[in-house]
């Protein structure tokens, strides 16, 4: 089997200035991988540099099989919650139709596949109940459920998630890794999940990335989730503490560090 | 004093006009789609600094004698094209807006101060003239409306999915910045054409108005368009209608209609509580 992904020595930067390189990592089908760092360690990059967005500086990358390339159906792509605008003229369900053909261009007429399409989406993510609203009146948490419909329009064997958890309350952060999850099992599809608190998914991680400055260490979080090796990579004393079944960080002078910011 | 209202030979008058309620209608179709649009992409300060522009290359023209329409369309293709590429954030986007729109507006005093010929003209650009449109213009009008048209219902759901999402149409492989630039195009064609009919002042009133009073009622983007199309073209041949019988120009009737169409539909929009107004916030 082909891994979803296959980075082989690979490096980006831009402007002179290099994120990260010399990563070598395979992606399997079916593999939940969490992208953790601090702001600017290039996470989202990385996921830029998969979705044929950015190219990489150095060494090689295949998506499914394939170079990147821009408009890839094959992937499904979750981005962090942002308010609407009110004077945004769409519907909770107009989200999920953007997966569904938001991409097409020619003659706007109905068709009903398209619809039929979306109103599956809409089931499959349990928003039937408000997918009719506006979408600058649904919470934060239905429009995130509308936004993983959107991304599994195309049933793809990738997902790749920018933040899709931040400022959501527990139980939505639960509901919407369970509905990316659920894709990931029915699929057997790879998940790439940019994350800065990897507590709410830290039951469906299967191995983390950890980039800090250019370093960077992958394994299961039991693995790099230790205050040895994240003292190792921040280049500083880090103490990792588990609490119940939460992960928490402290950075000695490490606000930037966000796991810190979980402490009761 | 000239009466604000007189419907004598009322017949007569309205077969002179036939053209211009033609341009009114098809002005209509095309502002109040693409006012949809607008509202979607927040542009209606842009709407505002094309139109000034559009203003200034139309009193150009009409100094050193060439075809106001087409000085008029370069005008606003000039402001559309710097606004779209010097702004494309909208932060951005504003300051080169408020930059060029008093630029524009004085360049087109100064036109129009150096212009020799009759001050009706002079006026028509700022406040209205479209009793004044004769039939190879509203040719030129309609086809520039048709290419609107067209044009929009063809990118019509890449330039939804952009605008109300940039960052995942961006991933999903829309051209979201070439589709950026088609549009400010299709907008400065959409305004230079509306210039020579409701004025440079009052463009907004079509591309911005009846737009922001269908969103008031519907969410639905197939209903917000219809309705905004519906609102515009209901308030320009109101307008035209009511400006005959009168000496004044047609912007302040078309402004009227449409500023009332929004107040009904943000008292209705109120009543049924779908759309909060921008005071009450979201919730968290």
């Known amino acids: 089997m082909t891994a979803a992904l296959r980075f082989e020595d690979a490096a980006l930067g831009f402007g002179g200035r290099t994120l990260w390189r010399g990563l070598t990592l395979d992606v399997e089908p079916g593999e939940f991988l969490a992208v953790l760092g601090p702001n600017g360690s290039g996470k989202t990059t990385l996921l830029k540099a998969v979705l044929g967005l950015q190219p990489l500086s150095e060494g090689g990358l295949t998506v499914l099989g394939e170079p990147p390339r821009r408009g890839n159906r094959r992937i499904g792509y979750i981005p962090q919650q942002r308010l609407l605008d009110a004077s945004t003229p769409v519907r909770g369900v107009d989200l999920v139709r953007f997966g569904v053909n938001g991409t097409r261009f020619g003659l706007p007429l109905p068709r009903r596949r398209d619809r039929e399409r979306a109103a599956e989406l809409v089931a499959a993510v349990d928003a039937g109940g408000y997918a009719s609203r506006p979408a600058a009146l649904l919470s934060g948490g239905e429009q995130q459920r509308l936004r993983v419909g959107q991304a599994l329009a195309d049933d793809p064997p990738l997902l790749l998630c920018d933040e899709p958890l931040i400022s959501l309350d527990l139980a939505n952060q639960a509901a919407v890794s369970a509905l990316i999850d659920r894709h990931r099992r029915a699929r057997n599809a790879a998940v790439l999940f940019v994350t800065h608190d990897v507590n709410p998914v830290l039951g469906l991680v299967d191995r983390v990335l950890y980039l800090v400055d250019g370093r960077f260490r992958i394994g299961p979080p039991r693995e790099v989730l230790t205050s040895e090796v994240l003292s190792e990579l921040f280049r500083t004393h880090v103490d990792v503490v588990r609490v119940h079944d939460r992960i928490v960080v402290v950075g000695a002078g490490h606000e930037e560090h966000e796991h810190a910011g979980r402490l009761p | ?284």
């Open chain 2, 1 to 284: 004093m000239s009466p604000l209202f007189d419907f004598t030979d009322y017949g007569a008058l309205l077969s002179l006009v036939s053209s211009s309620l033609i341009a009114g209608a098809l002005l209509g179709i095309v502002g109040g789609l693409i006012g949809f649009f607008v509202m979607a992409r927040d542009l209606p300060f842009a709407v505002h600094g094309i139109s000034e522009l559009s203003f200034a290359g139309a009193a150009g023209a009409l100094l050193i004698g060439a075809d106001v329409v087409t000085g008029s369309i370069v005008g606003s293709l000039i402001a559309a094209l710097l606004i779209g590429l010097l702004g494309p954030r909208a932060r951005e986007r504003n300051s080169v807006i408020g930059v060029l729109m008093p630029f524009g507006l004085g360049l087109g005093i100064l036109f129009l101060a150096l212009y020799p010929g009759r001050s009706a003209n002079r006026f028509g650009l700022l406040t209205g003239q479209v009793v004044s449109v004769d039939t190879p213009q509203v040719a030129v009008l309609s086809v520039v409306a048709l290419v609107v048209l067209v044009a929009l219902l063809l990118i019509w759901r890449p330039l939804l999915f952009a605008s109300v999402d940039e960052d995942v149409a961006t991933a999903r492989g829309v051209p979201v910045r070439t589709l950026s630039l088609v549009f400010m195009v299709l907008l400065a064609l959409t305004v230079s054409i509306a210039v020579q009919t409701v004025g440079a002042l009052l463009v907004l009133a079509l591309l911005v108005t009846p737009a922001a009073a269908a969103l008031r009622v519907a969410a639905d983007p197939l209903v917000v368009s219809l309705l905004s199309m519906l609102f515009a073209v209901v308030s320009m041949l109101g307008g035209i209608l009511l400006a005959l019988g009168a000496a004044i120009p047609i912007s302040p009737y078309v402004t009227t209609i449409s500023f009332v169409i929004y107040l009904v539909c943000r008292g209705i929009g109120r009543w049924r509580r779908r759309i909060p107004t921008a005071d009450v916030g979201f919730p968290p």
